[in-house]
């Protein structure tokens, strides 16, 4: 299976702390994206991280990639009740579809 | 600019049924990609449509099928519904290009539940 894999499966924090969830994927990338999913907004696109940058920061999210890996890191800083959701790394390799790996789930406590 | 629409959003068939399932993408998004979801597999790309044309295919048997009209509408076809097709089924538009050149946007999903 081409499909990556996130890190842990699943996580539960206190509100206020930071949330660190770990993507291996299979192929050559050209870019990699993050995506959050829960059941009142569904599958939305949270970041797009290029093949030859290793870093990206958006809001409270900051990204890493580590191409010789074949690795990327989401940290989610200060997080809120609304942060619980499933996130999923998504891996593209130059052609028309996108592999999503098996997700975290992360549950935030308020 | 609206979302991507799915319709319908609820569907429940029978063993040996098929089924249509429609997506609306967003006003200038000239491609639509399919997507499975289930609790055990996650999310499995079905295949993706540029331009009415299909550009890559997933790991499915050919009773899944799709289309897409000329005003980048797509329909997602499945015949002979098995049990182990139900899932959720999203589709998601983009404006087109490599995969990962472009975010990818997301309809809310038909639900499809075969009996």
Redesign the interface.
């Known amino acids: 299976s081409q ?1 990556g894999e996130e890190d842990p499966q699943a996580l539960s924090i206190q509100e206020g702390e930071n949330a660190t969830m770990n993507c291996s994927y299979k192929t050559s ?5 993050w ?1 959050r999913q829960n059941s009142g907004r ?4 949270l970041i ?1 991280i290029r093949s030859n940058e290793r870093e990206k920061h958006s809001g409270r999210l900051r990204v890493t990639l580590d191409t010789s890996k074949k690795s990327s890191s989401l940290l989610i800083t200060a997080s809120r009740a609304a942060d619980t959701a499933s996130y ?1 790394c ?14 975290t789930r992360l549950k935030v406590l308020a | 600019k609206a979302g991507v629409t799915q319709t319908p959003r609820y569907l429940i068939k029978t063993r040996g049924q098929q089924v249509t399932l429609s997506c609306s993408p967003i006003s200038g998004h000239r491609s639509v990609s399919w997507y499975q979801q289930t609790p055990g597999q996650g999310l499995q790309f079905l295949f993706e449509y540029f331009s009415e044309t299909q550009r890559n295919k997933g790991n499915f048997p050919g009773r899944f099928s799709g289309r897409q009209f000329s005003n980048s509408r797509s329909e997602m076809n499945v015949s002979t519904l098995e049990l182990g097709d139900s899932a959720l089924y999203l589709c998601a538009s983009s404006l087109g290009g490599l995969a990962g050149q472009y975010e990818q946007y997301f309809g809310p999903g038909t639900r499809l539940t075969v009996t």
Do not use: E, P, W
């Not at chain 1, 569904?42 to 696109?45: M, R, S």
């Not at chain 1, 891996?91 to 098996?102: A, H, L, P, Q």
């Open positions: 499909q990338i050209n870019n990699l994206q995506y569904g599958l939305v696109h797009l999923f998504a891996d593209t390799s130059g052609t028309y579809k996108y592999i999503f790996g098996t997700g």
